[in-house]
Nanobody
């Protein structure tokens, strides 16, 4: 089994910064893509950023403010969030598209979610 464990959320004032981390553990052969999604109250879950073999993809609403990075040796993905706005308040989820052996199919695994609150 594979598990994603997130850390780093919390309360921050507008204009502040936070760094989220997500570490994958368990039976992992290869991780193709790691990413971050978020879900605000009453809204659908949406993509924030993703990283695949060093290539990054960002939602328009975070470009220039958020940076996704990855440490392949640690199977960990990070999300550095700067210039935070109240509308960034949401539960942030990481995910990974991975397989546990060379013969397994790729599957998507989700983290438990981490609340980020941007408020004065």
């Amino acid at each position: 089994q594979v598990q994603l464990v997130e850390s780093g959320g919390g309360l921050v004032q507008p204009g502040g910064s936070l760094r989220l981390s997500c570490a994958a553990s368990g039976s992992i052969f290869n991780i193709n893509t790691m990413g971050w999604y978020r879900q605000a109250p009453g809204k659908q879950r949406e993509l924030v950023a993703a990283i695949t073999s060093g290539r990054t993809n960002y939602a328009d609403f975070v470009k220039g403010r958020f940076t996704i990075s990855r440490d392949n040796a640690k199977n960990t993905v990070y999300l550095q969030m700067n210039s935070l706005k109240p509308e960034d308040t949401a539960v942030y989820y990481c995910n990974a598209f991975l397989r546990s052996s060379p013969t397994d199919k790729y599957l998507t695994v989700w983290g438990q979610g981490n609340l980020v609150t941007v408020s004065s």
